[in-house]
Nanobody, 114 residues
Framework: VQLQASGGGLVQAGESLRLSCAAS????????VGWYRQALGRQRELVAHLNDIGITHFADSVKGRFTISRDDAENTLYLEMNSLKPEDSGVYYC?????????WGQGTQVTVSS
């Protein structure tokens, strides 16, 4: 099983990024999937979650700016991030929970400059 995260980078405040998490060896369909981030010196926190029946949950700090989705055909999870702020900076990790097994991607760095 592998979750390959990509799409991070350095952007200015107000710009957008789309993170991708390509899954292999496990299906994103009907799985609980999510994105977490970890800023320097801080604990990893949940950013967005999409459960197996399509219900989403977002951290208050990103509501209205971030969107989580999955493409079953591509077996890929996405995080669309708009109106980025410097406080959105950190390493973003994708996560998949299926049948009691928990999988993590390797992380992708997002840096937002002011």
């Amino acid at each position: 099983v592998q979750l390959q995260a990509s799409g991070g980078g350095l952007v200015q405040a107000g710009e957008s990024l789309r993170l991708s998490c390509a899954a292999s060896g496990v299906t994103v369909r009907l799985s609980d999937v999510g994105w977490y981030r970890q800023a320097l010196g801080r604990q990893r926190e949940l950013v967005a979650h999409l459960n197996d029946i399509g219900i989403t949950h977002f951290a208050d700090s990103v509501k209205g700016r971030f969107t989580i989705s999955r493409d079953d055909a591509e077996n890929t999870l996405y995080l669309e991030m708009n109106s980025l702020k410097p406080e959105d900076s950190g390493v973003y990790y994708c996560n998949l929970l299926r049948l009691g097994q928990n999988f993590w991607g390797q992380g992708t760095q997002v840096t937002v400059s002011s």
